[in-house]
């Protein structure tokens, strides 16, 4: 659960990289909701700006 909180937290302070490397590694993770049933793409629309390229990152990776 640590884990997931640090990936939320990258998510909603932009932090690409690091949501890049955390989904690498445990595919499906960015369907996965929150200790609070928050999804991380929730959680990328709250970091606003600095999120926004996270955010882009999250919905490609959403079904079609």
Do not use: C, Y
């Not at 369907?31 to 990152?57: R, Y």
């Amino acid at each position: 659960m640590t884990t997931l909180r640090f990936v939320i937290a990258a998510a909603m302070l932009g932090k690409l990289d690091i949501v890049k490397a955390s989904v690498g590694a445990f595919p499906g993770l960015h369907s996965v909701p929150g200790p609070h049933g928050i999804s991380l793409i929730a959680h990328a629309k709250k970091g606003g700006e600095q999120a926004i390229h996270v955010l882009k990152f999250l919905k490609n990776l959403e079904p079609a």
